[in-house]
């Protein structure tokens, strides 16, 4: 099919290779490439399938084998059940071995006894700044269900990877990706680690794509001052990083919105930064000439982001929101007045339909509203990028022009397709992957 198929049009079934090179907006290099040597979750298609998976992985680390288990990419909404495994069906299934199954978001996870034991994490006890020890009703016992710091607590209480195995991972996420057509790809969230690591590899010719990073925000200034050391035209220091909220699937993004079926206690989600401090990391950003990249995916933490940014009133061009997987139709126009980079994936589109469908179908309408924030000004590559979270899904760009033309899952019919009206061309979605510049401080 050529790129220029109407938007929408009846046949969901998109090129899967790029017209040119094209740009991975928003990675997450390490954690690609340690997802190519774990077990995924991703098969399963059901709760039982699951426990399979994991009991098998635990019988297989006995003596002289890793003595943590980490499983990734489980969608459980995709899960008959809906549901994740309970602490005690995680304990039957791996006994003594510490498991932690990630859901595929990475914003919310389950574990065993043992993994909890080794993590320190106890029912009732709060894992700041954000984390949740999910318990059952009314006590203190924990359902072994683990939301935003609390799943990486217990994720990273397995062993830190040797800088051997850093290289190894970063080396293969590089290769993945430039084996899909990209060219540049940022860096979301980036270790303090990786820009060294990345100038090693450029000086012995084994950089294949250009690469941005953005650090945590409360280490950009001391990341500034240390990337004299390993910039190059090649390999930048873009920004810092910020989460604003969680995700649909945890029921953490921040809606304006109650969700049809809400966590306990967060009928809207989670706002994850306070005004006060969003403010104050746009402001360093700003003052160090970079950019701020904010993770905000539901509709009312795009505002709050909208919000501090016009407050603030950055000198630099180039801040960005993240996912904005739902936006409210009043912050549409105000992307383009305030110069704001919607940095969207539309391939979570097609990950994330029984979640937008159970938890907020009264929303469907304002989810990935591409139509309007082109039609507002919103040019494709300038002002709207497209990349993928990878590791979270998959980088195949041929997904999200799947996502941004079709708006259903290749296969689907028309009346699974969710906000139709906002399906663009596939020219414009292979143009919102349009390389930028890493040389330049400004993208």
């Not at 914003?107 to 954000?130: D, I, M, Q, Y």
């Not at 109650?258 to 360093?284: D, K, N």
Request: with cysteine; aromatic share 6%; hydrophobic share 45%.
């Amino acid at each position: 099919m050529s790129t220029s198929s109407r938007a929408g049009d009846s046949t969901p079934n998109s090129p899967r290779r790029p017209p040119g090179p094209i740009r991975e907006a928003h990675a997450h290099l390490a954690a690609l490439g340690e997802s190519l040597e774990l077990v995924s979750l991703a098969a399963c298609a059901s709760l039982a399938e699951c426990l399979g998976v994991v009991r098998q992985a635990a019988e297989a680390a006995g003596p002289g084998a890793s003595p943590f288990v980490r499983l990734h990419s489980a969608r459980v909404q995709g899960w008959p059940e809906a549901r994740w495994p309970t602490l005690s069906e995680l304990d039957v299934a791996a006994g003594a071995v510490p498991v932690v199954i990630m859901s595929f978001d990475h914003h919310s996870a389950a574990a065993n006894t043992a993994a909890f034991k080794l993590a320190g994490l106890r029912g009732g006890e709060p894992v700041p700044p954000n984390g949740v020890v999910v318990t059952e009703a009314g006590t203190t016992e924990p359902t072994g269900l683990l939301l935003e710091q609390a799943a990486y607590a217990a994720w990273r209480a397995a062993p830190e990877p040797t800088p051997d195995e850093q290289r190894r991972y970063v080396r293969a996420a590089l290769a993945a990706l430039a084996a899909l057509g990209y060219r540049e790809v940022h860096d979301l969230h980036s270790q303090v680690w990786l820009g060294p690591l990345l100038a090693e590899l450029e000086r012995a010719g084994k950089l294949s794509l250009d690469v941005g990073l953005y650090s945590p925000a409360d280490r950009l200034a001391a990341d500034v001052a240390a990337a004299a050391a390993w910039t190059s035209q090649r390999v930048r220091l873009l920004g810092g990083k910020v989460f604003a909220d969680g995700t649909l699937n945890a029921r953490t993004a921040l809606m304006i919105h109650r969700y049809a079926e809400p966590l306990l206690g967060f009928p809207r989600g989670q706002c994850l930064v306070s005004p006060a401090e969003l403010g104050l990391r746009i402001t360093e950003a700003d003052g160090l000439g970079l950019h701020l990249a904010v993770h905000a995916i539901g509709d009312g933490a795009v505002r709050t982001v909208l919000d501090a940014i016009e407050r603030a009133a950055p000198r630099t061009a180039g801040f960005r929101i993240e996912h904005a997987e739902l936006i409210d139709v009043a912050d549409v126009p105000r992307f383009a007045r305030l110069g704001v980079v919607c940095s969207v994936q539309p391939c979570h589109l097609l990950a994330d339909v029984e979640a937008l469908n159970r938890f907020v179908p009264h929303r469907l309408d304002r989810v990935l509203p591409l139509r309007e924030l082109i039609d507002s000004g919103c040019r494709p590559g300038e002002l709207l990028w497209f990349g993928s979270d990878v590791p979270i899904v998959g980088a195949d760009p041929g997904d999200s022009v799947q996502a941004a033309v079709y708006r259903r899952r290749a296969g689907a019919s028309e009346a699974e397709m969710i906000a139709p009206r906002q399906a663009i061309t596939e020219q414009e979605a292979w143009a919102c992957f349009a390389p930028g510049a890493i040389g330049r401080r400004t993208i």
